[in-house]
């Protein structure tokens, strides 16, 4: 049982390029999301899904991009990488929005330079 | 001011004594609290909810006190496998649905 599984673990990318940051669970869960963590900063929302065929933009969904095809996967596109965009990436999933806690894939260090 | 406040520490304290989390919400219409605990350059990963009641789960018990909008986090006889981030969370429902906010952490060091 692998729970929240995220690719690649590690990526540094150069201003402009782009890249996809994979995530799958495999727990059944409807609800995924991606936050980004940045130093001495709370996990802040990207992106969240509430099921296959819908997504919606968190607090800070700009140079992001995400799709849900199926109920497994919830892959982060970046666009144009900047600076800015230098963070931990985590990846979650939960069976309930309300009661129940999410669980977070182990994360995707990402620099831009 | 923000969401969800914490004291970021760090807290060092020795193995075997008690320490206690502070965490204050700002927003009246939140809904669920958790604690999350966070491991240096590792996920955040659910230590326990927080009921009104109260609750335990071995040496970590959880307040809430929703008139002070204030949520604890005690633990007792720590040990050293406990030094960690300690991070608040707060769920309310929203127009678009749950929002999730997360405390940006208390810093735990325990020693010998």
């Known amino acids: 049982n692998a729970g929240v599984t995220q690719t690649p673990k590690f990526r540094i990318l150069k201003i402009g390029q782009s890249m996809t940051l994979q995530c799958t669970q495999d727990?059944?869960?409807?609800?995924m999301y991606w936050y980004r963590q940045d130093p001495g900063m709370g996990l802040k929302l990207i992106y969240y899904s509430v099921g296959a065929g819908i997504t919606d933009k968190g607090e800070v969904p700009n140079g992001y991009n995400v799709s849900r095809s199926t109920t497994e996967d919830f892959p982060l596109r970046l666009e144009l990488a900047a600076p800015s965009q230098t963070s931990v990436y985590f990846c979650?999933?939960?069976?309930?929005?309300?009661?129940?806690?999410?669980?977070f894939g182990s994360g995707t260090r990402l620099t831009v330079v | 001011r923000k969401e969800v406040e914490q004291d970021p520490g760090p807290f060092n304290v020795p193995e075997g004594a008690t320490v206690a989390f502070n965490c204050t919400y700002s927003n009246s219409a939140s809904q669920s609290f958790f604690w999350y605990r966070q491991d240096c350059r590792k996920e955040p990963k659910l230590l326990m909810s927080v009921y009104s009641s109260g609750n335990e789960d071995g040496r970590f018990t959880a307040q809430l006190n929703r008139a002070s909008q204030y949520i604890s986090l005690l633990i007792r006889d720590s040990k050293l496998s406990d030094s960690a981030t300690y991070l608040c969370v707060v769920n309310r429902v929203t127009g678009g649905g749950n929002k999730l906010t997360f405390g940006t952490g208390t810093q735990l060091k325990v020693e010998l």
């Open positions: 979650a999933s939960s069976y309930s929005q309300e009661t129940y806690g999410y669980t």
């Open positions: 727990m059944n869960h409807n609800y």
